[in-house]
């Protein structure tokens, strides 16, 4: 059974940091590019980063480049979304999904909810 668990997220004041995780299983892990998103109040699903299966690659939206890091363990199955310098505008259910190769299999996690208030 394919399963994506999201969980780090929570309430943190403006210009605070969260890690979030996203453990997966059901799949091999090392074979999928990973990718963090979010959907915010009203607004579309927003594509935040990527990295390719070995780690070496990654690509970030320009909204988080500068402060927010994705990165993974193969090893442990596990993808990583480091933010940093959050706003309020950073509130949203965040997302991991992972693709195979080929683009045409890929699975979403349940989404993790990550608020950004003082």
């Known amino acids: 059974q394919v399963q994506l668990v999201e969980s780090g997220g929570g309430l943190v004041q403006p210009g605070g940091s969260l890690r979030l995780s996203c453990a997966a299983s059901g799949f091999t892990f090392s074979s999928y590019v990973m990718s963090w998103y979010r959907r915010a109040p009203g607004k579309e699903r927003e594509l935040l980063a990527t990295i390719t299966q070995s780690g070496r690659g990654t690509n970030y939206a320009d909204s988080v480049k500068g402060r927010f890091t994705i990165s993974r363990d193969n090893t442990r199955n596990t993808v990583y979304l480091q933010m940093s310098s959050l706003r309020p505008a950073n509130t949203a259910v965040y997302y991991c999904?992972?693709?195979?190769?080929?683009?045409?299999?890929?699975?979403w996690g349940q989404g993790t909810q990550v608020t950004v208030s003082s």
């Open positions: 999904k992972a693709v195979d190769r080929s683009g045409l299999r890929y699975y």
